[in-house]
């Protein structure tokens, strides 16, 4: 069965630290990756995607995420991380058909 | 603007009763869909649907009904069969129908249920 893994259930950062949080999914074929954020007392919402081309994509407020199809891995980065980055990041993975599996999702705190 | 309303925001019953969540888009999206959230388990897919009358199961369907009758609406029945029913429920959309989908979702703020 398709599954995704997010390494990190809970990760603690200061301001300014560099973000990276893992994301690896188990299927052979054509793929559409997304990273969706829920801050605080908000619905969740797309922070970035990839569909095809260049691997690095670009999303919201200064993060990106890297495709390597040969390790099956979509990671999220921002170089320098802002208090108000505090929410939980979900990975998410579309085959083509109706159903996006979602990873268990990493809290991030921020320390102002 | 346009958007997912979800209503109610949170929601208290008593074991054995059925809980019907509603979930209303104006987004002229084909697809809509309900996932339910808990901790540490990311988002699991309880129902979804392509167009107008028709719907499917997603994983965790047991315990829980839907109905489509109209594009812009898509309610989740927690019926008293669903063995463990709370949780955070959010409804989503996607611009796709029958067409290949992008799985590129829409989240509506979520309903929270509290079985007593």
């Known amino acids: 069965a398709q599954s995704v893994s997010q390494h990190n259930h809970h990760v603690i950062l200061s301001e300014a630290a560099s973000l990276e949080l893992g994301c690896n999914y188990s299927?052979?074929?054509?793929?559409?990756l997304f990273w969706y954020v829920q801050y605080p007392g908000q619905h969740l919402q797309l922070l970035l995607k990839y569909f095809s081309g260049d691997p690095l994509v670009k999303g919201i407020k200064g993060f990106e995420a890297e495709f390597i199809k040969s390790k099956f891995s979509f990671n999220l980065r921002k170089p320098s991380v802002q208090w108000s980055d505090t929410a939980e990041y979900f990975c998410a993975v579309n085959t083509g058909g109706f159903k996006t599996i979602f990873g268990a999702g990493t809290r991030l705190f921020v320390k102002a | 603007d346009g958007g997912i309303t979800q209503s109610p925001k949170y929601l208290f019953r008593k074991e054995g009763q059925n809980v019907t969540l509603s979930c209303e888009q104006n987004?002229?999206?084909?697809?809509m869909y309900w996932y339910r959230q808990d901790p540490g388990q990311g988002l699991r897919l309880i129902y979804y649907s392509q167009i107008v009358n028709d719907f499917q199961k997603g994983d965790i369907a047991e315990g829980y009904s839907v109905s489509r009758e109209k594009k812009e609406s898509f309610p989740l029945t927690v019926t008293s069969a669903q063995k463990n029913p709370t949780a955070f429920y959010l409804c989503?959309?996607?611009?796709?129908?029958?067409?290949?989908?992008?799985?590129?979702?829409?989240f509506g703020e979520g309903s929270r249920l509290t079985v007593l």
């Open positions: 299927y052979g074929g054509t793929v559409n």
């Open positions: 989503a959309s996607s611009k796709e129908g029958r067409s290949q989908n992008t799985g590129e979702l829409f």
């Open positions: 987004l002229n999206h084909d697809a």
